[in-house]
Structures are given as structure tokens and as C-alpha cells.
């Protein structure tokens, strides 16, 4: 198998393996070893050294360029106290509490 397989294998492989990981990561790089793998079949990239430097960069811009997006799209929103609207975690927790806390007393009061 030559060089140019290899990356494209190796992306294909990459990217199948974010089925399991769903952390949103081996997707770019997987991205990445294509491109690579596609730039030596087109003659752009030949030296081992362009294919590591070009598959580096590639992951890195991929990464942080594009993955918020993506892992939005494929894993869903999750709100935390930052991105949440104002006070909306607060209610939910208060609200949380004091529905325990009255439950918790009034099955006090039935017993005692």
C-alpha cells in the first residue's frame, strides 16, 4: 500500500472511531490525514516532512476553527451556568430545593 492509502485509510479509520469516542476530536484529524493523503495523490505535498507539517496544522485549524459547531450539531447544546439564560439555573435549583424540603416537612409532620 502506498503512502497516499495510508493517510486516507488512516482519516477513514479516524473518523469511524469518533462513532465511540463522540468527543468530537478524531474527527478533524481524521479530516486532516485525508487532505494529506489527497494533496500527495495531486503531486502538491511529497516530502515526509510537508505531509507531517500539513497534517499538523491541518488538525490544529480544523480543530479549533470548526468543532464547537460540529459537536453542537452532532452532540447537542449543553447550557451551564454561563450559557444559560440569567437566573435560570438558579430558579431551577431553588425550585429543586425548596419542592424537597416541603415533601421532607410535611412527612416530618405526619410522623411526629
Known amino acids: 500500500m502506498n503512502t497516499e492509502m495510508i ?4 482519516g477513514i479509520l479516524l473518523i469511524l472511531a469518533e462513532l465511540v469516542a463522540t468527543q468530537v476530536v478524531a474527527v478533524f484529524i481524521g479530516i486532516a490525514a485525508i487532505e494529506v493523503g489527497l494533496l500527495m495523490l495531486t503531486g502538491v505535498v511529497e516530502a ?3 505531509q ?6 491541518l488538525s490544529v485549524v480544523l480543530l ?12 447537542g447544546a449543553v447550557a451551564d451556568e ?5 437566573g435560570f439555573t438558579r430558579t431551577l435549583a431553588s425550585t429543586c430545593r425548596s419542592s424537597a424540603t416541603s415533601s421532607t416537612g410535611a412527612a416530618e409532620g405526619v410522623v411526629g
Open 64 to 75: 479549533f476553527a470548526t468543532r464547537r459547531h460540529l459537536k453542537n450539531m452532532l452532540v
Open 52 to 57: 507531517f507539517a500539513g497534517f499538523a496544522v
Open 7 to 10: 493517510w486516507i485509510v488512516v
Open 48 to 50: 515526509p516532512a510537508a
Open 82 to 86: 454561563r450559557d444559560a439564560p440569567f
